[in-house]
């Protein structure tokens, strides 16, 4: 069985656990940390609130907290920027543990599956699609722990892993903190922009990895 198909199974099989406690507890959840359950409970302690807030968010990781309601609450209660910065916070620090934990469990793992050449190709496939991934999920449901986990288990380089993170998190923080402040809905339009802006940055950022590996290794010997 090839690498990617194991891969694939793998990720079907994180989706189904945590697609498992959604089923489980998502409505008790979504019933006691809904947007406006966590701006009353702000409101109440917004001294702080965002150390709550971003405690919520890291918990994401495991269990089937409303991070976009968590984040329309931060708009509400902080405002715009400092809900926004909140926010994205949370999220990156939840992206980041995923990713950490899968590296150091899965190190030995993943060598149980694949050769040193094949994690190697995984890891530049990655390397270079997995961010569009890693952006694209941080507007959805469980596929956010999904693509941190398998960014982990790739290993996809961390310098990448952390820009993608963040072009991922901070646009959709920055929207439903809006969102919070201003009472609005339909978010369609600000979720299509909040994902396509980061999708168009990001083939520019791997131009500038490149060329900058490519300055850092000099010319070759027979140049």
């Known amino acids: ?16 656990v945590f697609a498992a406690t959604f089923a489980l507890w998502g409505d008790w959840f ?19 609130a965002w150390l709550a807030a971003v405690g919520l968010l890291i918990a994401d990781l495991l269990l089937p907290v409303p991070a ?35 590296r150091l469990a899965g190190r030995r793992g993943i060598r149980l599956i694949a050769s040193e050449a094949e994690i190697e190709r995984f890891r530049a496939v990655f390397d270079r699609w ?30 990448r892993f952390v820009v993608a993170l963040l072009l991922g998190t901070v646009p959709v923080s920055v929207l439903f903190a809006w969102l919070g402040a201003a009472s609005a809905e339909q978010p369609c339009y600000g979720l299509a ?3 396509v802006i980061p999708l168009v ?10 060329r900058g590996e490519g300055k850092a290794a000099g010319p070759s010997p027979g140049e």
């Not at 069985?1 to 189904?16: D, N």
């Not at 961010?131 to 961390?158: K, N, Q, T, Y």
């Open 1 to 16: 069985m090839k690498l990617f198909v194991r891969v694939f199974l793998i990720a079907i099989a994180l989706a189904a």
């Open 30 to 48: 979504e019933r006691v940390f809904s947007r406006f359950e966590c701006v009353a409970w702000f409101s109440e302690i917004r001294p702080v």
């Open 68 to 102: 976009t309601g968590v984040m329309a609450a931060l708009g509400a209660v902080y405002g715009v920027w400092l809900g926004a910065a909140v926010g994205a916070a949370g999220s990156a620090l939840a992206g980041l543990l995923g990713y950490g934990l899968a």
């Open 130 to 159: 997995g961010g569009a991934g890693v952006i694209v999920s941080r507007v959805l449901p469980i596929l956010p722990e999904v693509m941190c986990v398998l960014a982990g288990l790739a290993p996809m380089r961390f310098g």
């Open 193 to 195: 922009a909040a994902v």
């Open 201 to 210: 940055l990001w083939p520019g950022f791997l131009w500038l990895m490149r």
